[in-house]
């Protein structure tokens, strides 16, 4: 067994999965779901068989103890009930060079525009700096049509690194693909006693 600690913010904390999260998981993960229109629209939504071999494989994780170390996905939930609300995401780009990308998912619109993506996406980077010392940089990948997606990755102090024009297509029109970069040292200068 090794338990992540979990990650505690103002309003919301980061940790491992529970079999109670896996309800409302799946639910949020059904391919009618509004939040697709943001994360990666051109893949469009799992079919409901994938969705339940990720739900099955999750679940036998959840069972057998059998994290990931450094972990690629962990809840964010609600601090006061401990209830999720989403997860964060850990991916490589270029594992020669420890490049890594960063994000989250909210699920439910009702818990967005609150900075309550802002925290997890903050607690979260902060947390892997200081659990990852090979990383020197953490990138966000997303599109110019996620406006909040790229609203946060400002906050926070990813800067825009690249852009692709026109090399998306979303719902018959064309937007650019972002990417935004933080360096371990642009990090620690802007959160010195940490995020």
């Excluded at 619109?109 to 953490?138: M, Q």
Aim: glycine content about 10%.
């Amino acid at each position: 067994m090794n338990q992540m600690d979990e990650i505690i913010g103002c309003r919301i904390r980061l940790r491992d999965w529970t079999l109670e999260d896996l309800p409302a998981y799946q639910h949020w993960l059904q391919p009618d779901q509004e939040w697709y229109r943001h994360d990666g629209p051109w893949w469009g939504p799992p079919k409901v068989e994938t969705i339940a071999a990720w739900i099955e494989k999750k679940r036998k994780a959840i069972l057998d103890e059998d994290w990931l170390v450094p972990r690629k996905q962990v809840v964010i939930a609600n601090l006061a009930t401990n209830r999720f609300i989403g997860s964060t995401h850990l991916n490589w780009k270029l594992k020669e060079t420890h490049r890594r990308n960063v994000g989250i998912d909210i699920y439910d619109p009702r818990n967005r525009g609150k900075g309550l993506g802002s925290e997890a996406l903050g607690l979260w980077t902060d947390h892997l700096f200081a659990s990852l010392p090979e990383i020197v940089r953490l990138g966000i990948g997303t599109w110019s049509g996620n406006v909040r997606m790229v609203g946060l990755a400002r906050k926070l102090g990813f800067l825009e690194e690249a852009r692709c024009r026109r090399a998306v297509i979303v719902e018959g029109e064309y937007y650019d693909s972002m990417g935004y970069g933080v360096l371990r040292e642009e990090w620690k200068d802007r959160y010195p006693n940490g995020f």
